[in-house]
């Protein structure tokens, strides 16, 4: 409970103030901490309490959001924020703007222990605690037209006669990529019971029968025919692959840091054929992308796997992507390299799926994986046969032969060592899309449990082997 460490007097003294607020709201703080449970799911509540001095915050608040993570961690439970406050309290000074320091460490100390950690942020939420706690959660979300801002509306118009409402709500920041969803509070039992689910690593049965027995290999096909194929328009995309392999999907939206969310990077945390992962995938059917934000947003994703202990899926298919003077501008190749070094580094299991078009640099943050599955007429090159040729021989005209001569079909791959197990078409994906995306989706389901059965520190090793060795293995002619 707040008391008076400044003996601070305005028009009135602050322990009348104090006692006021508590007969208002009934309660003795502006936060309330305690123990829940949702859907079957034990976790510790932080909810803030606008009705006490506009949810402000001082030492006793402050507190309490340190001890709640504190607690969360020793009992090894999720944290479910609900934030609102109106900034620092006034009436307690610089030892009020302190706390803002004690709960962002408290709340990264909680992040570092691998348990997960939501925030629905209210109506509003602003000053010290959206720049601490409010802001470090794994997945954020909003309540629709919540004020969500730095600077409350009122200090705004009299410190700069300015007004920023409209970038400080819920909806503008969800276009930044700033929140993962925007909701209204009556679905947030619900939604939070779904992602709960999915966080606590138990994994749901699948029919065995539905998996591969047999490995298939892939015969010596023109691999020009590939290129094309992979290009059809009424090829399954990833899209398609998620519906078929994937399961009460919480989506992620945008990097987190302003950066926006391009949509051809599709990241969610879901089950896959029952397992409970990270999702990355390439949507050839969104935007003109990837751009440096989708990269970011990947990275993210990453990041989630690795604190949370999930393991990742990533799809590749970079079919009609470009890189733009945008693009390059705001840093593609180092947003790519960062990506790259995330995605290689990760402790916990990874699948690939390369789906169809894999160019160049666009294709490869997604790429390493622990096992790699390939499409029979997915293929994998430096850059489009048609850049080779014009790069080679000043013009088209000889795409067709460089895709052959380039090593980029699943024979080949498979030969180099980068790809471990093709999906085989009958006789292409875009005349059966519903049987493809069940194959792709029962191989998935193969691997994906094969890898965490594994020992990991195996595991581990046998990646960084594989991808410090390629090259080193003599190729089968594709």
Known sequence: ?????????????????????????????????????????????????????????????????????????????????????????????????????????????????????????????????????????????AMPGALIGLMGPRVMSLAQGASLEVIQRAEHLLARGLVDGIFPPEELQARLARLLSTLDHSVDPYPLDASPTEEFVPGRKDAWESVNLSRNPDRPGARALIEACATDLTVIHGDALGGGDDPSCFAAIGRVTGVPAVILAQDRDAGPGPSPAAFRKARRGVRLADELGLPLVTVVDTSRAEVTAEAEAGGLAAEIARCLGEVTDLRTPTVSVLLGEARGGLSLPLLPADRVICAENAWLGPIAPEGASAILYRDKSHAHELARAQGVSPLALLGFGIIDVVVPEFPSADKEPREFVERVTAFIATQLRSLVAQDSGERLAARVARYRGIGEVTARDG
Not at 13 to 42: D, F
């Open 1 to 141: 409970m707040s008391s008076d460490p400044l003996d601070f007097v305005d028009v009135k003294p602050y322990t009348r103030r104090l006692a006021e607020a508590r007969a208002k709201s009934g309660t003795s703080e502006s936060v309330l901490t305690g123990r829940a449970v949702v859907g079957g799911h034990p976790v510790v509540v932080i909810a803030g309490e606008f009705s006490f001095l506009g949810g402000s915050t001082g030492i006793a608040s402050g507190e309490r959001t340190a001890r709640a993570f504190e607690r969360a961690a020793d009992l090894s439970l999720p944290v479910i924020a609900l934030p609102s406050s109106g900034g620092a309290r006034m009436q307690e000074g610089s030892l009020a703007l302190m706390q803002v320091i004690k709960t962002a460490a408290a709340a990264t100390r909680f992040r570092r222990a691998g348990l997960p950690y939501i925030a629905y942020l209210s109506h509003p939420t602003t000053g010290g605690v959206l720049a601490s706690w409010g802001s470090l959660a794994h997945l954020t979300f």
